[in-house]
């Protein structure tokens, strides 16, 4: 099984990423050999979590989410279902 998953960070961002371990994929970060983006912005917590049968599928859907708008994963994390479907209306052109 493979997570998809993302933290807050102190200065209250979000970093999204994946693992086969949340426990420590977290405490990774913590220790600041996550990534050089959460190292920078210690301590962190995972704040929204799911799971997915393949690793395949986990990175697609890290992709995605990661070229969401602040405000689309804020949804997401806060299961703010009416605002991320308002978020996710496309725009006219």
Known sequence: MTWVYMVRCSDKSLY?????DLESREKTHNEGRGS???AERRPVRIVYF??????ETAVARERQLKHWTTG??????????ATLKALSKRRKK
Do not use: M, P
Request: charged content about 30%; glycine content about 4%; aromatic content about 4%.
């Open 36 to 38: 050089r983006y959460t």
């Open 16 to 20: 999204v990423g994946h693992t086969d």
């Open 50 to 55: 799911e799971s997915h049968d393949a690793a």
């Open 72 to 81: 689309k994963k804020e949804a997401l994390v806060t299961v703010n279902l």
